[in-house]
Structures are given as C-alpha cells and as structure tokens.
C-alpha cells in the first residue's frame, strides 16, 4: 500500500515521494500485517519551508517511525500496547473544520510497558491527517484492558 495519494495532497517533490516510497515499501517487506495509513511528521522552518522529520506507519498491530527520514535509514517499529500518556497541543486548528496554513498539531505518546514514546507534528491540511491518526490508532490505545 504505496500511499501515493496522501503524498500528492502534501504537494511534496519527487524526489521526496520517492523516498517516502523507498520507506513504505521497507515496512511492506518487514511488518506481519498490512499497512493502514501513514504519516509524515514534520515541521516549519524559518523560512516558511515544510521539513519532514519522520514518517510514521500504523497497522493493526504496530506503529513504525523512520527518524530523520530524508537523510537516514533508521527504521524503528512497536508493537501496539496500552498508552499510559496521549498529550494533544493545537495550534490554530479545529478538528473538522477547514484547516489554515498556521494551523498546528501536536501529538505526543507514551507506552509505558514498553519504555518507547513518540512525538508526530503537523502543519496546515497535514494537522486533518494526523487527528485522524490520533482518533483510530492511539486514542483506542488508552482504554483500560480487561
């Protein structure tokens, strides 16, 4: 499952897809279930300039992040587990509403069981993207277990 569609909407160059691609195709080979989304972490520079920190992939069963996506292969994954802290910051940005170009999302997590957290951020129409994230794969991740 190249995401070929959610890179488009992010309006990203070639040879950015291309690498993001290089990456999903890594997870595809490695993870025991199908890919269900993706995501590109990333922030804004001085100049105004979009720059991806990390990509993140979600299955049934695990979340994924390459660090430093752009200039290393550093490629980590988690199986899923019960959250003991899911901490939101937003800037400017309204879940279901239209976003802005200086609307912000910050979404940080802990898995306590595992001693691993996580921190994905999000500017403009990416911030939509990654409150989907946060709703389907992380928020279920907090109930309490039977």
Sequence with gaps: MIPT???ARL???SVRVDRFQE???FYEEVLP???EQVFL???IDQEGQDVPESLWVFTKEHICEAHNVMTEDHFDLTPKARIGLLEVKKFDYKPGEDTLKSSRLTVQY???SFGVSGILKAAGMNCSYLYEIYLS???P???PTE
């Design 5 to 7: 569609e959610y890179f």
């Design 11 to 13: 309006e990203m160059s």
């Design 33 to 35: 279930s199908p890919i």
């Design 110 to 112: 802990s898995i306590r």
């Design 41 to 43: 972490s990333s922030i």
């Design 23 to 25: 990456v999903v195709k």
């Design 137 to 139: 794969h992380l928020v």
């Design 141 to 143: 991740l907090t109930m």
